[in-house]
């Protein structure tokens, strides 16, 4: 293929290995790795790739989950990674925002706020690129707290159309019109291709304290959440759930981590609760022991919905909630599901599928995990008997999707994005989609990846 001038490219095989590999095992090919270092220069390779009509995958820290991130097999689409946009980092102190260029990894802008006291709020297992997470919208286990990278951008450039868009501001009240950027955020690069973003900042967290807690029923973690909620309101910053099976396999998987429950026994579910605050006055009462006082109160309500806490450091608890994905991976064949719901609903639609599933799929192992806070469900199931065929594994996924779309008035894609292994239901989806992609007409055309920049 012809390469646009002066961008740097990779297209030696051999160089271009790690970009044609997704995390999930997906694999494709591609005519070449694009390497563009600045906005101008990406709405460089853009203008070349439609001119040409080239198709292309967008790619930054390729740790996304739904296979959108890595090129097809056809062996066309070229690799547009924005890894190497790095020329900009600005840090306003006075409004707690930055301006980042969207190839820089999240642990490393938090390395450099970190001497300012500061942190972009989004936390997951994983070590993204700020321009992924805004195109997938990253969730993350601290979304109770803090939301989601949505409510903490500002501004955006983009590149669409061949064009360079700012969109949004460091102001942080602006109602002198629509809010563009929007439609650039969690739309996995459809309408344009990321290339900085501005921040907002949150002062970095001094104190926590961590429990792991066995609920007594699944409809008591419910309880729970509403009496942490009301007793220690925005002291609350997570809420996460995990499952028996989950945990088996990441502690097995993760010799190094210590399996903190008595006798080793794992429960059916465990509850890791967190609270925290930037600052502690001298007055305060330790997060510590408000977390002891408000998890004995709840022992005390009727139908107590706690059978037994277990305190700990905060590292090594939320060591096991970060080594879920990988554990539950390293199990066996997976389909994962990343499904959102109102929090009434997790536990209803877990309920069900743990009948359903072991009725109707009973090689499936449920090895599930999720932000019960907001709603967040990982529905990851393991195949036990062998490896899962192509038609098996379709059926699954639609008969799962129908269930919780149809069946629990959820979302099929809450926080990983969309890719090739959920488009099809954008198509079908009654709660997500009331335009068709096809209304809008942007839907990337046959061939084509999922971007639509250029
Ligand atoms: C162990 C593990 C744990 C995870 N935990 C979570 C979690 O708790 N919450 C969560 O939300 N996600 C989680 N993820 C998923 C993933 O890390 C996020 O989706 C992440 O935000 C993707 O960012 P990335 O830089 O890796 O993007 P990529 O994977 O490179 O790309 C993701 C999508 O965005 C598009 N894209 C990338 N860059 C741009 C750009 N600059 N402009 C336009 N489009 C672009 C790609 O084409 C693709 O569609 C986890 C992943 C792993 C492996």
């Not at 990779?10 to 590999?21: F, K, V």
């Not at 890595?70 to 301006?99: C, H, I, K, W």
């Not at 107590?304 to 806490?309: G, K, L, Q, T, Y």
């Amino acid at each position: 293929m012809i390469l646009p001038e002066g961008i740097r490219a990779i297209t030696e095989p051999r160089d271009m290995a790690a970009y044609l590999q997704g995390v999930r095992g997906e694999t494709g090919r591609s005519p070449a790795v694009l390497l563009p270092e600045t906005t101008e220069q990406v709405a460089q390779c853009l203008r070349h790739l439609q001119s040409t009509e080239t198709p292309y995958v967008a790619q930054s820290g390729n740790t996304g989950l739904v296979g959108a991130s890595v090129p097809d097999d056809t062996g066309d689409q070229v690799v547009l990674s924005l890894s190497r946009l790095r020329d900009t980092f600005e840090v306003d102190l006075a409004n707690r925002s930055m301006r980042v260029s969207a190839g820089f990894r999240l642990s490393e802008v938090n390395d450099r706020l970190a001497e300012h006291g500061l942190f972009f709020p989004i936390d997951l297992g994983s070590d993204p690129m700020i321009g992924g997470m805004v195109a997938t919208n990253t969730g993350g286990a601290r979304f109770l707290r803090y939301g989601d990278v949505r409510r903490n951008t500002l501004g955006l450039t983009v590149v669409a159309e061949g064009e360079v868009l700012r969109l949004g501001s460091p102001v942080r009240k602006d109602n002198t019109g629509p809010d563009w950027k929007q439609i650039h955020i969690g739309s996995c690069g459809w309408f344009g291709t990321i290339t900085e973003a501005i921040l907002n900042l949150e002062p970095l967290v001094t104190e926590q304290a961590t429990a792991l807690v066995v609920p007594s029923s699944d409809t008591a973690m419910l309880t729970l959440l509403r009496h942490l909620e009301t007793r220690v309101g925005p002291l609350l910053s997570a809420f996460e759930f995990m499952s028996r099976a989950a945990m088996a396999h990441s502690f097995h998987h993760a010799a190094s981590l210590k399996n903190p429950f008595a006798r080793g026994e794992i429960p059916e579910t465990a509850l890791l609760i967190e609270l925290s605050r930037p600052t502690k006055a001298p007055w305060d009462t330790p997060l510590e022991e408000i977390l002891e006082a408000v998890l004995a109160e709840a022992w005390e309500l009727v139908d107590a919905p706690i059978e037994d806490a277990l305190f700990g450091r905060p590292e090594e608890i939320w060591a096991l909630r970060h080594a879920l994905s990988e554990g539950v991976k390293s199990a066996g064949p997976l389909i994962a599901f990343d499904l959102g719901f109102t929090r009434d609903k997790v536990i209803a639609f877990r309920t069900e599928m743990a009948r359903k599933i072991a009725a109707d799929f009973p090689m499936m192992e449920i090895c599930d995990f999720g932000h019960l806070g907001d709603g967040g469900l990982h529905f990851n199931l393991v195949k036990t008997d062998g490896p899962v065929e192509a038609g098996f594994e379709q059926a699954l996924r639609d008969y799962v999707v129908e269930q919780a779309v149809t069946g629990f008035g959820g979302s099929f894609s809450a926080e990983h994005g969309i890719g090739p292994k959920n488009i099809k239901y954008l198509e079908t989806s009654p709660v997500h989609l009331p335009l068709s992609t096809r209304d809008y007409g942007n839907r990337p055309p046959s061939g084509h990846a999922f971007n639509m920049g250029g």
